[in-house]
Structures are given as structure tokens and as C-alpha cells.
């Protein structure tokens, strides 16, 4: 994917690729020697630091450069604050771009315009703000700890339905697709 991602943008004219890096502890060293204009970085990038905390970095060792965050849509929503944060000097897509909406947002924040994607922008504005009512946080808690749905519909004085309901709620709610991958949203926004 790197390499693929490497040769789209070094056919761009106004475009040079100066480095394509496999791990995050080269991205450091790579970025103060060849000083670039904006670091793409993927949130999936090996290494002991968050993507959010390597724009930190990045912004803070290396004046003058720019960096894209491609990140997973399912991203945490404290990672999106922080990054959000960081705006200007920090863009925020998803790996789902698009070629040309990465090619763009390349070009947009080397010339210092902000770039944000969207849906990715909603979560960060919307954080701590729980999309789940009291009972699905309550529900989803019960699951998170391992509790059978039978159980969870007798300890919430519930029927078994109504626990699926809940469940299938947050799954639609969090914009996960299992519910371990609700929980884990849930969890890490704060909500439960």
C-alpha cells in the first residue's frame, strides 16, 4: 500500500516523494535530515507512538512541516480531539480517501489550509457527548463485562428482545459493526 501510495504521488508533477518509511522510529530522523514540506502519516504505521502523538512530535521537532494523518474511521475519539488540536499544521483524512482527496489534501495543507475530513471532524466536535441513552450505555456495559444477554435482560428487569434491541442500538449508534466493536468505541470515547 505504501509503495502504490508512493508512485500515485510522485506522478503528480508539483509532487516529490522524498521518503517512504515502513516503521515510525525512522520517521523522525528521516523528517529532521530531509526537512519536508508535509509527512503523510497512516495510523497503522509500526512503532511505540500513537499517530497522534507522532504529529505532536513532528510539529514540534520539525519547523515548517506539515503533516496528513490518515486515519481509521473508527478512530478514537480522544486521538481526534488531540488532532483536531493541532489543526493547521496537522490534516486529518481517513485511509479511505480517495487518490484525489488525498492528492488534494496534500496540496491544501502545504499551503497552510486546514484539512479535515468530515465524518472524522463530527466525532471530534461530538466527544463526550454520547450518542447512547442511559439504558444502551447500561446495557452495553453489562456486555462489555462478559454477561450474557439473559442475564442482562434480568438484572435490568428487561426482556431478552429488548436487550438485542439495545445492543443492535449501539452497534448502529457507535458506527461499529459487532458489538465488541461498539464496546470498544463506546469505551474509548468515554461513554461507558
Not at 508533477?13 to 529532521?32: G, I, K, M, P, Y
Not at 513532528?58 to 481526534?80: H, I, N, Y
Not at 488531540?82 to 485511509?95: A, D, K, N, Q, Y
Not at 468530515?118 to 462478559?146: C, F, I, K, M, W
Amino acid at each position: 500500500m505504501r509503495a502504490a501510495l508512493a508512485k500515485l504521488l510522485s506522478e503528480e508533477e508539483d509532487l516529490q516523494v522524498v521518503a517512504e518509511l515502513a516503521d515510525a522510529e525512522t520517521v523522525f530522523s528521516a523528517a529532521a535530515r530531509m526537512r519536508p514540506g508535509v509527512v503523510v502519516l497512516d495510523h497503522a504505521l509500526p512503532g511505540p507512538l500513537t499517530v497522534s502523538e507522532m504529529c505532536a512530535k513532528l510539529c514540534e521537532s520539525v519547523p515548517g512541516c506539515a503533516v496528513l494523518a490518515l486515519l481509521d474511521r473508527r478512530s478514537s475519539a480522544t486521538m481526534l480531539e488531540i488532532l483536531t488540536r493541532l489543526v493547521p499544521r496537522v490534516g486529518i483524512l481517513t485511509e479511505e480517501a480517495t487518490p484525489s482527496e488525498l492528492i488534494d489534501g496534500i496540496r491544501q495543507i502545504a499551503l497552510g489550509r486546514p484539512v479535515l475530513d468530515a465524518r472524522l471532524t463530527v466525532v471530534a466536535l461530538t466527544y463526550g457527548n454520547s450518542p447512547l441513552t442511559q439504558r444502551e450505555r447500561d446495557v452495553l456495559r453489562r456486555a462489555a463485562n462478559g454477561i450474557p444477554v439473559k442475564e442482562i435482560a434480568a438484572e435490568l428487569f428487561l426482556s431478552s428482545g429488548t436487550v438485542r434491541n439495545y445492543l443492535s442500538s449501539s452497534i448502529t449508534k457507535t458506527g461499529a459493526r459487532t458489538r465488541i466493536e461498539a464496546i470498544r468505541i463506546a469505551h474509548e470515547a468515554g461513554w461507558i
